[in-house]
């Protein structure tokens, strides 16, 4: 089946720095990635969506300023928090799909799990 | 607007008792629904789909759903769960006309197989 990494599985940094998180698709070419975000024992709230070659769009009450997304290629999409604050910590998971606008064909990446001092 | 609803939140069950995760869900249009199984510190696998036709899905590790439309339902079933089986359960919605793919979570189910 299809395989999506994401890199690193964890970080812990200190308040103010910013974070570069990475997801691949490394066995299919992603025209569409998805970025969610799951705080402990809850669900996963849709960030954004990221499509290859054009400016992410953001889910209402999300701070694009804050979670710079970059679909630069169409196998690499990356989720930068820029000054990172401890309510920033949290699991981020993203999503890549086969074909864009078809959710059945997503692969979910394992998790990157981001701790702010 | 989509909507997913799984009502409980917790389910205790006894290794190779049945067991029923449920899902409500909301929509105006079409939808496709998806169950996800979530392990400790992982991301989402895919348990199964329903995308058209049969209202009963087949998934992986002896999962199965019914779509049930006029009640709007995705109830996940297993009938001889494992301990291997603790973890979380999400169900899934994505709907058909806005073509973005975008899936709408539910709050999550956590199954808990007690030996």
């Known amino acids: 089946g299809a395989v999506v990494s994401q890199h690193p599985s964890w970080v812990i940094c200190k308040s103010g720095t910013s974070v570069k998180i990475e997801c691949r698709s490394l066995d299919f070419q992603a025209t569409t990635m998805f970025w969610y975000r799951q705080f402990p024992k809850q669900s996963l709230m849709l960030m954004a969506t990221?499509?290859?070659?054009?400016?992410?769009?953001?889910e209402q009450g999300v701070e694009k300023d804050k979670f710079l997304i970059n679909h630069a290629s169409l196998t690499l999409s990356t989720l930068t928090v820029t000054s990172a604050h401890p309510e920033d910590s949290s699991f981020y998971i993203c999503?890549?799909?086969?074909?864009?606008?078809?959710?059945?064909?997503?692969?979910f990446g394992p998790g990157t799990r981001l701790t702010v001092l | 607007a989509q909507s997913v609803t799984q009502l409980d939140s917790q389910v205790p069950v006894f290794e190779e008792a049945p067991v029923e995760l449920r899902c409500n869900y909301s929509s105006s249009v079409s939808v496709y629904l998806f169950w996800y199984v979530q392990y400790p510190n992982q991301g989402l696998q895919l348990l199964l789909k329903y995308l058209s036709g049969s209202t009963l899905v087949k998934g992986i590790n002896g999962f199965e759903a019914e779509f049930n439309k006029s009640q709007t339902s995705f109830h996940l079933r297993k009938p001889s769960v494992h301990i291997s089986d603790t973890a979380e359960y999400f169900c899934a919605v994505s709907d058909l006309p806005s073509n973005t793919g975008k899936l709408i979570f539910g709050q999550g189910t956590t199954l808990q197989v007690k030996p």
């Open positions: 999503s890549a799909g086969e074909l864009a606008g078809v959710a059945d064909t997503q692969y």
């Open positions: 990221s499509n290859e070659g054009s400016k992410a769009t953001y």
